[in-house]
């Protein structure tokens, strides 16, 4: 169909700015908007409290190891979740996990005012709840959204994501010394309770052109035993999707590694109690500008790159820069240039490539967006840290690297991800194309021919129906040229926004132009119709 922009609500209208929105969305964007906001901000609060703690406790090293144990426990975890998910429905199936979040933080707090040592055991569990987190949210948005409105409002509901890490990470910063590491588990506990009746508001408000058509599929007994595991071993889609998984953590894990063993060396002239401040202060600041950059690549970039390339392209950029970044890493082996590769390298991960991410989920399943996915960002994510910790394990321990070994290593397995990426973006294109999904938009109602007086503004109205497409949640763009292909004369224009042919002939003109509109779809099919204007004295 085509947008009338006139029809949109002022949030639309503002949402409008950054992508396509369609009469009636608004109100699904803004509560995901800003139950994401609410769910990264108070995970980047538990995140400054497990850097500070993990490191103050003991050492860059224990950290990589603490990584890899997630990924054991997540083998018990995930046949437990794919149990839950067949039992409950799906806006209190996330409510309940993020209830089993918040109260999850409250013993954390009472052992550390109990002086117990709980940074190795908190590390463990905040990165379970960091991949719990992000991929419950983005498999509820996929179960929401059909493909074609995924891929129009991903990238602002990303910003969601963006924004709450950035102020999650300021909030942390100025908190610190008012209530200190262990405070904010607290703050963040009352926060993930505040997201819960945002999922039914969120499932109320799509509506019905933007849901997606139902392809579940019924669990066999391999999948009801391992869970999402057995979907994704079964389809080399998904399995392409999990080894870009598995590259990504791999790299990011070995690269804060070498990161964070900088900021070990440089604190430990420093007493005790000034150097827990110190870094947590330090690693505050690094999250702030990992979140304040995502932010602005999600609010100026992402969708913008999607659109103007397709999922196809956007997916290879990020991989491509990391390949870059990690190579100025090795040419300049300083704490300065590693922090601001690592800025880098992160800022793309959580917005771009995170946001591409999650759209190739859209033509699957909903087993698949809830069992599929939790398996790909939580057992392979972390499965990504375990190789990590073997990496560091085995060149710390036994080959004794220094970090310039590590970045070699990084600049291969960024150079890995560029060509899986690659690969799954040819599968994502031949996916969407299918009948299922993507369907030509085709003529509708016929554009009236108009004669017009020379000398005078007139406009010229483009029926609402003039183009149909039978994908649910498209939106089409159109453009206008002469019959013959060229463009349209200085005086005749197309306003997009309005559709109307704005046409002011000079004084004395006398002509019959043949005018084609053409109507785009989302993935760049099309069609047109002609219509005949006149210009008469």
């Known amino acids: 169909m085509l947008v009338n922009k006139s029809d949109l609500t002022s949030f639309e209208k503002f949402i409008n700015l950054f992508t396509t929105i369609r009469p009636g969305e608004g109100r699904s964007v803004g509560w995901l908007l800003l139950h994401a906001f609410l769910l990264m901000c108070a995970y980047y609060l538990v995140r400054t409290t497990r850097e500070t703690f993990i490191l103050t406790e003991g050492s860059a090293a224990l950290r990589s190891y603490a990584s890899g144990i997630q990924a054991a426990l997540l083998i018990f975890i995930l046949p437990l979740y794919g149990a839950l998910f067949r039992l409950q429905d799906k806006s209190l199936l996330i409510q309940r996990i993020n209830l089993i979040l918040a109260v999850s933080l409250i013993p954390f707090f009472i052992a550390h005012q109990m002086d117990f040592h709980i940074g190795f055991v908190l590390f463990i569990w905040s990165g379970i709840m960091a991949v719990m987190v992000t991929s419950q949210f983005w498999a509820f948005a996929t179960d929401l959204l059909n493909p074609k409105t995924g891929q129009r409002l991903f990238a602002v509901i990303g910003m969601g994501i963006s924004l709450g890490a950035l102020s999650g990470t300021i909030l942390a910063k100025q908190l610190l010394d008012l209530i200190g590491a262990d405070g904010l588990l607290i703050a963040a506990a009352l926060m993930f309770a505040s997201t819960l009746p945002l999922s039914k508001l969120s499932n109320d408000s799509v509506p019905i052109e933007s849901r997606p058509p139902p392809l579940d599929a019924q669990a066999d007994s391999v999948q009801k035993l391992f869970g999402g595991l057995a979907l994704v071993v079964k389809d080399r889609y998904l399995m392409s999707i999990a080894v870009l998984v598995v590259l990504l953590n791999w790299s990011g894990a070995t690269g804060e590694f070498v990161l964070n063993d900088f900021i070990k060396d440089a604190s430990m002239a420093m007493p005790e109690v000034d150097r827990e401040i110190w870094i947590g202060k330090f690693q505050a600041g690094i999250m702030f500008w990992v979140t304040l950059l995502s932010a602005l690549f999600q609010l100026l970039f992402v969708s913008r790159i999607i659109i103007k390339f397709g999922i196809r392209v956007a997916l290879a950029v990020s991989p491509a820069i990391f390949v870059v970044s990690y190579m100025f890493m090795g040419a300049l082996p300083l704490l300065a240039v590693t922090r601001w590769a690592v800025i880098t390298i992160k800022s793309l991960d959580?917005?771009?490539?995170?946001?591409?991410?999650?759209?190739?989920?859209?033509?699957?399943?909903?087993?698949?967006?809830?069992?599929?996915?939790?398996?790909?960002?939580?057992?392979?994510?972390?499965?990504?840290?375990?190789?990590?910790?073997?990496?560091?394990?085995?060149?710390?321990?036994?080959?004794?690297?220094?970090?310039?070994?590590?970045?070699?290593?990084?600049?291969?397995?960024?150079?890995?991800?560029?060509?899986?990426?690659?690969?799954?973006?040819?599968?994502?294109?031949?996916?969407?194309?299918?009948?299922?999904?993507?369907?030509?938009?085709?003529?509708?109602?016929?554009?009236?021919?108009?004669?017009?007086?020379?000398?005078?503004?007139?406009?010229?109205?483009?029926?609402?129906?003039?183009?149909?497409?039978?994908?649910?949640?498209?939106?089409?763009?159109?453009?206008?040229?002469?019959?013959?292909?060229?463009?349209?004369?200085?005086?005749?224009?197309?306003?997009?926004?309005?559709?109307?042919?704005?046409?002011?002939?000079?004084?004395?003109?006398?002509?019959?132009?043949?005018?084609?509109?053409?109507?785009?779809?989302?993935?760049?099919?099309?069609?047109?119709?002609?219509?005949?204007?006149?210009?008469?004295?």
């Open 350 to 537: 959580y917005s771009l490539l995170n946001t591409c991410r999650n759209a190739l989920l859209l033509p699957t399943s909903r087993s698949v967006k809830y069992e599929g996915k939790t398996a790909i960002d939580t057992l392979f994510f972390r499965f990504g840290d375990l190789l990590s910790a073997l990496t560091v394990l085995i060149g710390v321990e036994f080959l004794r690297w220094n970090h310039g070994e590590f970045i070699i290593v990084n600049i291969i397995l960024a150079a890995c991800m560029l060509l899986v990426s690659l690969r799954i973006g040819k599968s994502y294109a031949q996916r969407i194309a299918l009948p299922a999904f993507n369907s030509a938009p085709f003529v509708g109602e016929q554009i009236p021919d108009a004669t017009i007086c020379s000398g005078k503004c007139t406009h010229h109205v483009i029926p609402p129906n003039a183009f149909l497409d039978d994908d649910a949640g498209e939106v089409l763009t159109i453009r206008a040229e002469l019959h013959c292909g060229s463009a349209l004369p200085g005086w005749v224009r197309l306003d997009k926004r309005k559709h109307i042919i704005e046409a002011t002939p000079p004084a004395g003109h006398r002509e019959e132009l043949v005018i084609r509109v053409i109507a785009t779809d989302y993935d760049g099919l099309f069609t047109s119709q002609t219509f005949r204007l006149t210009i008469e004295d």
